[in-house]
């Protein structure tokens, strides 16, 4: 049971107390004590969010969009919650990005809450804060809530997974190479924006775009397996084949966020998407994949922890010790120190 | 044990067979049953080789540049073993960077030895198989082991971690931004190379890169514990600090791979830093590091495997159910799970 000053704090959340959204989150980041029982407690209160992840290079004017396309939400009268996630240098230990301008553009509007996530140590530990910040935001009543991640690895695709529907931005003019191809992006974007498009060389930058996606979404496969391959264990591919399975051929959307250009076309894309995913029963199965490996996730750690706890440290020491001298395999160690458990 | 005939073509492979080895590294990349005992056996035959991280933006000339410094090492007489991890898209199957046209350069010639490694499945697998290669070539008896990677994500940060001196390939007109920044590669840099250096634009890639430094390396904080701020637990990061701890500052050098322009004063730096962590006693900390890193990659693998089979699989569905269904939050679901084993 989480203590009495974090119950009152989780029922003021559920009542829409803003200061209480506030103060929850900077636990979730903190990873303050007691903050998994809150977390347990508002899980029931959550599901109803769509969670849209929205990611792509620097320079991409990511968080414009981001701006304009919470401003377009709540001129409908959609709530929306907006995560950035900073990835902070390990040296300034300050945030890169931090746009706090952007802050004010939207702020004395109760529908729309902006908060930024740091890496702090892991970014595993910031995959974890913010899938729990996104619930935190879901069981406050956001019908949306945006995740702003830069494309630019690993866990950043770790993040965008949490999402429902997966925007990718690029823009004109940044290189000759579609940065997020490497990543791995591409590859999980449900929908693609090409951004500034009143730039040179927004041509080149579509049609790249539109070669990789017939590269990469040849109808004879079977778009969800194309589309969430990674998300599917290989025994459910099969049923990701499945000719009765609708298509989705990620849509490319030009706007230019600073005049709000194509804003409209976008919010219309991602209903599309959202309805795609409900009408054919995709929907369920991509929130079950979610949740395992949600729940492989935390296993894994808290079977580290565990055996971290219980393991004595002197054992751990003379066994790396050993392995440094090549007296001892490290494959040879994991037997021996799991024998002592 | 290992079989009767890995054990032979482990014997093989330290009598330097290079067939053997090319079979080995086939083994550990699908790893195959009994992998795990042949580099077990492996073992007390390494930490003999240098390992050097060569990571950089596709449209760097990285792999011009690794094969020119291994030529250039050949010529020294100096043994060279190079593994090119290749980033594959779930798309194709087939690798992105695929250049297999260097092989022919370098062919014919048994003091070197190239391996492309792909993605198979999870980016963390690669890592650990990136690892096992790295250590079948150490043990082969290879004086260098060049790792080539695209730098593009923790994944390949966790690559790049593994080597001994980590050198960051850099090319001018790449866009405005230094790629590598946002990946957090550049802070694990040993050495900066701006390759292509006769391009336009090689001084304001130089200067943003010493202006990335001057911001990242403050001499007040002692480069150790800003170069391997990561690398380095919390708890020992005053030793990291101490000031008798001689500084590193990354050089930066300037190539023309396809000229060999520069590449002897790569050489000459890659060579100090050698004799810097060695001198400084730097190096055995960093091994020390490593090694732990390795054990607990493996426990946190080896704990989750043990879990996954030993738990009754219609009991992790119908957990997965109950938080579908909201009437169980993970956190809780976790303690579940646990109270079974």
Do not use: C
């Amino acid at each position: 049971m989480a203590s009495k000053p974090l119950q009152k704090l989780t029922e003021s959340l559920l009542q829409g107390n803003r200061r209480a959204l506030s103060r929850l989150l900077s636990y979730v980041e903190n990873e303050r004590e007691g903050v998994d029982d809150v977390l347990a407690a508002l899980f029931p209160h959550t599901g109803k969010a769509w969670i849209i992840g929205i990611t792509g290079a620097p320079g991409t004017g990511k968080s414009s969009l981001v701006n304009t396309l919470a401003k377009a939400y709540r001129a409908h009268g959609t709530t929306v919650g907006i995560i950035a996630v900073d990835p902070t240098s390990p040296f300034s230990g300050g945030a890169i990005l931090g746009d706090r301008i952007r802050m004010r553009d939207l702020s004395g509007d109760a529908g729309v809450f902006i908060r930024s996530m740091a890496t702090r140590g892991s970014l595993g530990g910031l995959a974890r804060a913010t899938r729990d910040a996104i619930r935190v935001l879901d069981a406050a009543g956001f019908d949306l809530v945006l995740v702003e991640t830069v494309g630019a690895g690993q866990s950043e695709v770790d993040i965008v997974r949490t999402a429902h529907t997966t925007v990718l931005v690029e823009a004109p003019g940044l290189g000759d190479d579609v940065q997020a191809i490497k990543a791995g992006i591409l590859e999980i974007a449900d929908i693609l924006v090409v951004n500034k498009a009143d730039r040179p060389g927004v041509k080149k930058t579509v049609a790249a775009l539109k070669a990789m996606l017939e590269l990469g979404h040849p109808a004879s496969l079977g778009q969800l397996v194309a589309h969430h391959g990674r998300l599917l264990p290989v025994e459910d591919k099969a049923n990701g084949r499945n000719a009765e399975t609708p298509m989705w051929i990620p849509p490319i959307v030009q706007t230019i966020a600073l005049e709000t250009t194509g804003i409209d076309d976008l919010m219309t894309v991602i209903e599309a998407h959202r309805n795609h995913l409900v009408d054919a029963k995709i929907f369920a199965q991509i929130e079950r994949q979610q949740i395992e490996i949600e729940l492989h996730d935390r296993l894994r750690e808290t079977l580290m922890r565990r055996f971290l706890q219980d393991i004595d440290d002197a054992i751990l020491a003379d066994v790396i010790a050993q392995i440094q001298a090549r007296r001892l395999a490290p494959q040879t160690a994991i037997e021996q120190l799991l024998r002592h458990m």
